[in-house]
């Protein structure tokens, strides 16, 4: 999935996403993304003060892109009903991360500059760990007032689900060609997952993707 957009700005942003995916922050000057945008290079610091400034405003337009598409901890989305909901909900999360390109190249910008920027590496733990068991301590909190899931402790439940799949999608980013490989396995975790803790009386609603 790929997003187009318009305009000189979008145009830089866009180029600046290319650009740091591929070669890191420090590895791209401003002459290239401009050069990538169509524009020559001093024209870039009409729209941006420097490439510092580009790679920020990059993070905080994801960060909204990203709650929209994904959510978060205060918009965890629709409560999941059954087993089957529960899978099939997580299950188009897991492709708007690995299949949206925006959100990849986001992800490896910060795969790559965790190591030099400390408010980048709190950015990089928000969206690898505390935003996504946010998510889904408030998902299984929710499935257990309403009896669709055993009784328990939903902290360390979301972790507990989502701790393999996490880790299958830093592989793909590691090794693209054993994506389809991660994903089959995230499809069989995430159908045991619910077949264990599903109350029993709901056993047969669990879907096989």
Same mark, same amino acid.
């Given at each position: 999935?790929?997003?187009?957009?318009?305009? =000189?700005?979008?145009?830089?942003?866009?180029?600046?996403?290319?650009?740091?995916?591929?070669?890191?922050?420090?590895?791209?000057?401003?002459?290239?993304?401009?050069?990538?945008?169509?524009?020559?290079?001093?024209?870039?610091?009409?729209?941006?003060?420097?490439?510092?400034?580009?790679?920020?405003?990059?993070?905080?337009?994801?960060?909204?892109?990203?709650?929209?598409?994904?959510?978060?901890?205060?918009?965890?989305?629709?409560?999941?009903?059954?087993?089957?909901?529960?899978?099939?909900? @997580?299950?188009?999360?897991?492709?708007? =991360?690995?299949?949206?390109?925006?959100?990849?190249? =986001?992800?490896?910008?910060?795969?790559?500059?965790?190591?030099? @920027?400390?408010?980048?590496?709190?950015?990089?733990?928000?969206? @690898?760990?505390?935003?996504?068991?946010?998510?889904?301590?408030?998902?299984?909190?929710?499935?257990?007032?309403?009896?669709?899931?055993?009784?328990?402790?939903?902290?360390?439940?979301?972790?507990?689900?989502?701790?393999?799949?996490?880790?299958?999608?830093?592989?793909?980013?590691?090794?693209?060609?054993?994506?389809?490989?991660?994903?089959?396995?995230?499809?069989?975790?995430?159908?045991?997952?619910?077949?264990?803790?599903?109350?029993?009386?709901?056993?047969?609603?669990?879907?096989?993707?």
């Amino acid at each position: 999935m790929k997003e187009q957009r318009s305009g =000189t700005k979008e145009r830089i942003l866009d180029s600046a996403l290319n650009l740091f995916s591929e070669k890191g922050y420090d590895g791209v000057g401003v002459d290239a993304i401009a050069e990538q945008a169509g524009l020559k290079g001093p024209s870039i610091y009409k729209h941006f003060k420097s490439k510092e400034e580009i790679l920020d405003t990059l993070i905080r337009e994801v960060d909204s892109y990203y709650e929209k598409n994904f959510g978060s901890k205060l918009h965890p989305g629709k409560i999941p009903a059954s087993a089957e909901e529960l899978v099939d909900i @997580s299950w188009k999360r897991i492709r708007f =991360t690995l299949k949206d390109d925006r959100i990849r190249k =986001t992800r490896r910008i910060l795969a790559m500059e965790q190591f030099r @920027s400390p408010q980048v590496a709190k950015l990089a733990t928000r969206y @690898s760990l505390e935003n996504i068991q946010g998510i889904y301590q408030k998902l299984f909190k929710e499935m257990m007032d309403a009896g669709v899931i055993r009784q328990g402790d939903p902290a360390m439940l979301s972790m507990a689900f989502i701790a393999p799949i996490t880790l299958l999608i830093n592989m793909c980013d590691r090794e693209p060609e054993r994506e389809q490989e991660a994903m089959n396995s995230m499809k069989e975790y995430m159908n045991y997952f619910a077949k264990q803790y599903l109350q029993e009386n709901k056993e047969e609603n669990v879907a096989e993707y």
